[in-house]
Nanobody, 121 residues
Framework: QVQLVESGGGWVQAGGSLRLSCTAS????????VGWHRQAPGKQRELVAS???????NYADSVKGRFTISRDNAKNTVYLQMNSLKPEDTAVYYC???????????????WGQGTQVTVSS
């Protein structure tokens, strides 16, 4: 079974840091374009950071200078380093990735289950 498994969420005080990890498991060949999204209660889901297979990155204005997206292809893992966290960063964070499967000639899109990040003032 192909899955994206997230870890690293939790509770942190304002100004603190967390690193989220998203690891692809199963019969995959590679992870291509990846996005980290978040959804706060009563809010729409928003894209906060993305990275391409060529390591080009983009960030939402609200997180520029504070969040960093990266990848380790050898480990089939993507990361979201979150520094200088603010209460408004509180949300469920989701990993989304295009995965090259071992049994198909094209990519397929998968979502992680989401991980809760809570930032207190």
């Amino acid at each position: 079974q192909v899955q994206l498994v997230e870890s690293g969420g939790g509770w942190v005080q304002a100004g603190g840091s967390l690193r989220l990890s998203c690891t692809a498991s199963g019969s995959i060949l590679s992870i291509n374009t990846v996005g980290w999204h978040r959804q706060a209660p009563g809010k729409q889901r928003e894209l906060v950071a993305s990275i391409t297979s060529g390591d080009s990155t983009n960030y939402a204005d609200s997180v520029k200078g504070r969040f960093t997206i990266s990848r380790d292809n050898a480990k089939n893992t993507v990361y979201l380093q979150m520094n200088s966290l603010k209460p408004e960063d509180t949300a469920v964070y989701y990993c989304n990735a295009d995965l090259r499967l071992s049994w198909l000639p094209v990519d397929r899109n998968y979502w992680g289950q989401g991980t809760q990040v809570t930032v207190s003032s």
